[in-house]
């Protein structure tokens, strides 16, 4: 067993790194952002077309969140911190245009299932749905 232990840890060090709270961090935040090519990755093969999951977004954000604060804290580099200051703005962009976009769906009075904004037969029970695709309060 030697040998798996000089292997894992050669010099004392897990993986030939010295670990330390901040090196959990960042790696934890590598382990996160990659997480979302896993994820779109699966959805795409599942439906046998290219897409990008909401999950993608909530993992590009938590991931590059976890990234930034290791540049910023830790790395104090600032090529580093750049390179993850500024791409929250479309994460979050998208997540808010996501969430719109689902409070427009029309809800079935049949059978509860919500349907895209644009139909007007439910896409589970074929309910004709109504008109009105809007919120009430929104057409105030
Ligand atoms: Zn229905």
């Not at 292997?7 to 934890?28: D, R, T």
């Not at 952002?33 to 077309?49: A, D, H």
């Not at 976009?101 to 309910?127: K, N, Y």
């Not at 109504?130 to 919120?135: I, L």
């Amino acid at each position: 067993m030697d040998w798996l232990s000089n292997l894992l840890m050669p010099e004392g060090k897990f993986l030939g790194i010295e670990w330390h709270v901040w090196k959990v961090v960042g790696w934890l935040g590598n382990l996160t952002f990659f997480s979302r090519f896993v994820v779109q990755w699966y959805y795409t093969e599942k439906l046998k077309k290219v897409v990008i999951p909401v999950a993608f977004w909530w993992f590009s954000l938590a991931g590059a969140s976890i990234l930034f604060s290791y540049a910023a804290f830790h790395k104090k580099d600032s090529v580093f911190i750049f390179a993850y200051a500024f791409t929250f703005i479309p994460y979050i962009r998208n997540l808010i245009i996501h969430h719109r976009h689902l409070d427009t769906h029309v809800l079935c009075p049949g059978c509860q299932v919500e349907s895209p904004p644009s139909a007007r037969f439910c896409c589970d029970c074929g309910t004709r749905l109504p008109c009105e695709s809007k919120p009430a309060d929104a057409a105030a």
